[in-house]
């Protein structure tokens, strides 16, 4: 059986990471820590175990919320990356920074005292559509200049540029 | 008439920001550049025009994800912060960072070609525990050496002795 090769990283790339497996719990974390680190209503985490993971490209910088838990992140630009529990024997990645994030079914929440009321609201929003179908052109002038990591590996990076 | 003051920061405070007037356009973006930016499904942003942005500790370190756009966060603790583009005179702040997000309700959403397809299920997941029904032990010791900021502003941080 060919063994699981499941990898992520930050957003301009300068930190990879793969994990050989994941555990069964992927969650979204509402308390107001995992809120202000990730700028968002909530975390969404799943844990690697240790033995089964390891940063592939940079060495991710770390904020100490408190005494036995370490913030991951891209010091370049800013993607939250994880959370680690000294005692835990395993990682917990940020869902949205795997390359592919929509293989990572969410399996339960916590954090109830910081659920924001919005979350109850967001899957009826007014909805704007496709990014291309909302903006044709700003779209196109992203795509043209994108900085983003694309979701896989890559021997080089920053591509290099044609001269 | 009291000067409208709405303040936010990362979540070590290095840096801290305030809003003079009252923001809007806020939404959920869950293209694949804002996911990633942001470790998440999407990215939530409210906006102000930037000459009401005033950043009030730090700086605010940026990415320029493409060329039309700068993505700001805290260089110490990696909050994601704003997002601007180079052809607009507004700016979003990450409404997760401001101190009190439940004021700031999402209008709309975009990026949808990106959207998770189980997102309509996000609200309705297993799980009812609060922090500390999940782990005492845990969350005791957290609120013992917690070193986010307060969500307010405050005159020096980190605390002096810490």
Same mark, same amino acid.
């Given at each position: !059986?060919?063994?699981?090769? +499941? @990898?992520?990283?930050?957003?301009? %790339? ?18 107001? !820590?995992?809120?202000?680190?990730? %700028? ?6 799943? %844990? ?10 940079? @060495? ?17 630009? %800013? ?11 395993? +990682? ?11 293989? +990572? ?6 954090? !109830? ?28 002038? +992203?795509?043209? @200049? ?18 | ?11 070590? #405070? ?15 973006? =869950? ?55 180079? =052809? ?31 997102? #309509? ?5 297993? #799980? ?20 986010? =900021? ?13």
């Amino acid at each position: !059986m060919a063994e699981a090769r +499941i @990898t992520g990283g930050c957003q301009c %790339g300068a930190m990879r990471y793969e994990a050989r497996s994941l555990k069964d719990n992927s969650h979204v974390c509402h308390c107001r !820590m995992c809120q202000k680190a990730s %700028g968002n209503f909530f975390a969404a985490l799943v %844990g690697v175990p240790l033995e089964d993971f390891a940063w592939t490209r940079g @060495t991710p910088a770390a904020f100490r919320s408190s005494e036995h838990v370490e913030r991951g992140f891209c010091r370049d630009c %800013g993607t939250p990356l994880f959370f680690r529990h000294d005692r835990n024997q395993h +990682i917990s990645m940020t869902i949205g920074s795997f390359d592919n994030p929509a293989a +990572i079914p969410l399996a339960f929440q916590l954090g !109830m005292e910081g659920r924001l009321p919005q979350v109850d609201q967001l899957a009826s929003l007014k909805d704007y559509g496709t990014t291309e179908d909302a903006d044709p052109d700003g779209t196109a002038a +992203i795509r043209k @200049t994108t900085r983003q990591h694309p979701d896989h590996d890559t021997a080089v990076w920053p591509a290099e540029v044609d001269a | 008439m009291s000067e409208i003051r709405i303040t936010g920061g990362c979540q070590c #405070g290095a840096v801290r920001y305030a809003l003079h007037e009252q923001p809007d356009g806020a939404h959920i973006c =869950h293209c694949r550049m804002c996911q990633k930016a942001f470790g998440s499904f999407f990215a939530p942003f409210i906006g102000v025009e930037q000459s009401a942005f005033e950043l009030t500790r730090g700086e605010l370190s940026v990415f320029k994800s493409s060329d039309p756009t700068e993505r700001g966060f805290c260089n110490r603790c990696g909050t994601p912060l704003t997002i601007h583009d180079r =052809h607009s005179s507004r700016i979003g702040v990450s409404i997760g960072s401001l101190d009190e997000p439940e004021k700031f309700e999402p209008v709309s959403q975009c990026g949808i070609e990106s959207r998770m397809s189980w997102f #309509g299920q996000l609200a309705a997941l297993p #799980g009812d525990k609060t922090t500390e029904e999940d782990n005492p032990d845990f969350t005791a010791k957290i609120a013992a050496s917690n070193h986010q =900021h307060p969500d307010h502003d405050t005159a020096v941080w980190p605390p002096p002795g810490t």
